[in-house]
């Protein structure tokens, strides 16, 4: 890709070539790099066998600073006894975290405060899907932990005696005549169970703390989408009263309004940046730095133009030049420090921070480990917020952790697909794919439904770049806790000319148990028909016998998933 450059007033610049910032990184995880930790552990008693098959692991959600919107889940398996336990990394002094066990309309939930050291929460196996607060806290924050599932417990009363008051009163506070006015309504909505719960017992600081912290960056994150949609500007009084931190504590909330706030200015940079000239002493920087095979007669060149700032006409085409020999590298660097420069005069330090994490963490999912490896160690030390810092680390290196996972795959996978014909094999433990480059469609999924012939196959076709098809393709990896790998496969298609290593990398790295082919869009359109793809549903159900089932397959959610095992073992009688 060659740069443009062009020339503006009396100093040289060098304009912006992309403005899209996802060109910046073409984002998930596991290693850490905190010491603190804490130790959740417990009992279901009485643990009944519906429930252990329903739900063998107790799930610990928790949420990285700069993740927002994105979980990460620790199983605990559940023992014979009904005991579990896990240890979850901390950064934060104090952290929401979400127990969950069951599933759909039998699935319990509740929140907890974690801190270092050893937390437990313990249910009666009975009451657990009737008492109105099921869990027993002990350990770190126990009583807090147990007033605040009070609270919640109070909050899910409220909201089935008045069904829809809620909803109602979010959708007026949102035709607010200002943004600053839909704010403070919307806190005070989310607050309304609060006065009456507090009226009649006397509530822990730390409780209050929490329960206010969710409020604001709740009708934060609202209102900062309403910006999103509608374009507005986000004016400095209301970004103060909305982002500024009041307290130690991470709750998702917290961390989704800076997602939030980074989806907000990415929007607003992107707008920005494509009419803001590069800086030829950032430019000649960066290519000193980081460009290939530079003479000592290019350095002296590039120093030059560092100390003074300028370059002549000339100068700016010979920059050009050195550009094209690592066009990606360069650009995506050009692309940060453009858009934290577009930034600065925005926000505050905090926010500036964050959006330095933001703009490679939001990307991972999308970028190869290599590219991963390289902006994180160039955007790392930029982070001056000890906590964010961390966090950042943190993705980073789960990303990375996968990478010697990564390298053998791919090696496995060069293996396979040199063969000719259609072939098939693993590439790591439990990942198996099927390579026919210049083979159809039909043939490709033909082959591996002959292949699987006497189980049922859940077939999940999705996308490794886009975040709802990589939530699918996970959700659907607890069908393989639940049924023996005899009696069903999980078969992912994975669809529209993708990225081989974006493909490869991604699978590995989610650890997507299962066979797996990637199909080019003529391959995929050679499947309409079999798999009827004008139907939106991205799951199919193929029988033991080969045929696609026909009643509509059924999604891994939260909400489906106990009916998606009974529509299997339906399948498998």
Same mark, same amino acid.
């Given at each position: 890709?060659?740069?443009?450059?062009?020339?503006?007033?009396?100093?040289?610049?060098?304009?912006?070539?992309?403005?899209?910032?996802?060109?910046?990184?073409?984002?998930?995880?596991?290693?850490?790099?905190?010491?603190?930790?804490?130790?959740?552990?417990?009992?279901?008693?009485?643990?009944?066998?519906?429930?252990?098959?329903?739900?063998?692991?107790?799930?610990?959600?928790?949420?990285?600073?700069?993740?927002?919107?994105?979980?990460?889940?620790?199983?605990?398996?559940?023992?014979?006894?009904?005991?579990?336990?896990?240890?979850?990394?901390?950064?934060?002094?104090?952290?929401?975290?979400?127990?969950?066990?069951?599933?759909?309309?039998?699935?319990?939930?509740?929140? #907890?405060?974690?801190?270092?050291?050893?937390?437990?929460?313990?249910?009666?196996?009975?009451?657990?899907?009737?008492?109105?607060?099921?869990?027993?806290?002990?350990?770190?924050?126990?009583?807090?932990?147990?007033?605040?599932?009070?609270?919640?417990?109070?909050?899910? =009363?409220?909201?089935?005696?008045?069904?829809?008051?809620? *909803?109602?009163?979010?959708?007026?506070?949102?035709?607010?005549?200002?943004?600053?006015?839909?704010?403070?309504?919307?806190?005070?909505?989310?607050?309304?169970?609060?006065?009456?719960?507090?009226?009649?017992?006397? /509530?822990?600081? &730390?409780?209050?703390?929490? /329960?206010?912290?969710? =409020?604001?960056?709740?009708?934060?994150?609202?209102?900062?989408?309403?910006?999103? %949609?509608?374009?507005?500007?986000?004016?400095?009084? &209301? $970004?103060?009263?909305?982002?500024?931190?009041?307290?130690?504590?991470? @709750?998702?909330?917290?961390? %989704?309004?800076?997602?939030?706030?980074?989806? $907000? +200015?990415?929007?607003?940079? !992107?707008?920005?940046?494509?009419?803001?000239?590069?800086?030829?002493?950032?430019?000649?920087?960066?290519?000193?730095?980081?460009?290939?095979?530079?003479?000592?007669?290019?350095?002296?060149?590039? =120093?030059?133009?560092?100390?003074?700032?300028? +370059?002549?006409?000339?100068?700016?085409?010979?920059? !050009?030049?050195?550009?094209?020999?690592?066009?990606?590298?360069?650009?995506?660097?050009?692309?940060?420090?453009?858009?934290?420069?577009?930034?600065?005069?925005? #926000?505050?330090?905090?926010?500036?921070?964050?959006?330095?994490?933001?703009?490679?963490?939001?990307?991972?999912?999308?970028?190869?480990?290599?590219?991963?490896?390289?902006?994180?160690?160039?955007?790392?030390?930029?982070?001056?917020?000890?906590?964010?810092?961390?966090?950042?680390?943190?993705?980073?290196?789960? +990303?990375?952790?996968?990478? =010697?996972?990564?390298?053998?795959?791919?090696?496995?996978?060069?293996?396979?697909?040199?063969?000719?014909?259609?072939?098939?094999?693993?590439?790591?433990?439990?990942?198996?794919?099927?390579?026919?480059?210049?083979?159809?469609?039909?043939?490709?999924?033909?082959?591996?439904?002959?292949?699987?012939?006497?189980?049922?196959?859940?077939?999940?076709?999705?996308?490794?770049?886009?975040?709802?098809?990589?939530?699918?393709?996970?959700?659907?990896?607890?069908?393989?806790?639940?049924?023996?790998?005899?009696?069903?496969?999980?078969?992912?298609?994975?669809?529209?000319?993708?990225?081989? *290593?974006?493909? &490869?990398?991604?699978?590995?790295?989610?650890?997507?148990?299962?066979?797996?082919?990637?199909? !080019?869009?003529?391959?995929?359109?050679? &499947?309409?028909?079999?798999? @009827?793809?004008?139907?939106?549903?991205?799951?199919?159900?193929?029988?033991?016998?080969?045929?696609?089932?026909?009643? +509509?397959?059924?999604?891994?959610?939260?909400?489906?998933?106990?009916?998606?095992?009974?529509?299997?073992?339906?399948?498998?009688?």
């Amino acid at each position: 890709m060659t740069l443009v450059c062009n020339l503006v007033g009396l100093t040289p610049t060098l304009p912006f070539m992309r403005r899209l910032l996802y060109l910046l990184f073409l984002l998930p995880l596991t290693g850490f790099a905190q010491t603190d930790s804490v130790i959740v552990s417990g009992q279901i008693k009485h643990l009944s066998a519906r429930l252990y098959r329903q739900s063998p692991n107790v799930v610990i959600a928790r949420t990285n600073a700069v993740r927002g919107g994105s979980e990460q889940a620790f199983l605990a398996p559940l023992q014979p006894d009904g005991r579990f336990r896990v240890a979850i990394p901390i950064i934060y002094p104090l952290e929401e975290m979400t127990l969950q066990l069951g599933g759909g309309d039998r699935s319990a939930t509740v929140a #907890f405060l974690a801190a270092a050291g050893s937390l437990t929460v313990e249910a009666e196996n009975d009451s657990l899907f009737v008492a109105t607060v099921p869990f027993r806290f002990g350990g770190v924050n126990a009583q807090v932990n147990q007033q605040h599932a009070q609270y919640e417990a109070a909050v899910t =009363a409220r909201q089935k005696a008045n069904k829809g008051e809620r *909803d109602r009163a979010i959708r007026r506070a949102q035709n607010a005549t200002s943004l600053a006015q839909t704010y403070q309504q919307l806190v005070a909505i989310f607050l309304t169970p609060y006065e009456p719960f507090a009226g009649g017992r006397e /509530v822990f600081p &730390l409780v209050r703390d929490w /329960v206010r912290t969710n =409020a604001q960056y709740d009708a934060a994150a609202f209102v900062l989408d309403q910006l999103i %949609n509608s374009g507005q500007t986000l004016s400095t009084d &209301l $970004y103060k009263t909305m982002m500024t931190p009041s307290n130690a504590i991470l @709750t998702p909330a917290r961390a %989704n309004a800076y997602s939030r706030l980074g989806a $907000y +200015a990415v929007a607003r940079m !992107s707008q920005e940046t494509g009419n803001r000239a590069v800086r030829i002493q950032l430019l000649a920087s960066l290519l000193s730095k980081y460009g290939r095979n530079l003479t000592a007669d290019d350095q002296e060149r590039l =120093a030059a133009m560092r100390e003074t700032g300028a +370059a002549k006409t000339a100068e700016v085409r010979y920059l !050009s030049r050195l550009m094209e020999r690592n066009p990606d590298t360069l650009n995506r660097l050009l692309v940060f420090e453009q858009s934290i420069q577009s930034a600065r005069p925005k #926000f505050d330090s905090t926010t500036i921070d964050y959006l330095k994490a933001y703009l490679l963490t939001s990307a991972i999912p999308q970028a190869t480990l290599q590219l991963v490896h390289f902006l994180g160690d160039y955007i790392r030390p930029q982070i001056g917020s000890p906590l964010l810092r961390q966090s950042f680390t943190e993705v980073v290196n789960q +990303a990375l952790a996968d990478t =010697a996972r990564v390298r053998q795959a791919r090696t496995q996978y060069r293996v396979i697909e040199k063969r000719t014909g259609v072939n098939y094999g693993p590439i790591t433990d439990g990942i198996y794919v099927t390579t026919g480059t210049f083979r159809g469609g039909d043939e490709l999924f033909k082959n591996a439904v002959d292949r699987n012939r006497g189980k049922a196959i859940y077939v999940v076709m999705w996308s490794p770049t886009q975040e709802n098809g990589r939530l699918l393709a996970r959700d659907a990896q607890r069908l393989l806790d639940v049924f023996d790998s005899r009696d069903v496969t999980l078969l992912y298609l994975a669809m529209g000319d993708i990225d081989e *290593d974006i493909w &490869l990398e991604s699978i590995v790295r989610n650890r997507l148990r299962g066979d797996h082919l990637r199909l !080019s869009d003529a391959q995929s359109n050679a &499947l309409v028909g079999t798999l @009827t793809l004008y139907d939106q549903n991205p799951v199919r159900l193929v029988t033991p016998q080969g045929k696609v089932y026909k009643r +509509a397959a059924l999604l891994p959610t939260p909400d489906d998933f106990p009916k998606l095992i009974d529509q299997i073992n339906d399948v498998l009688k």
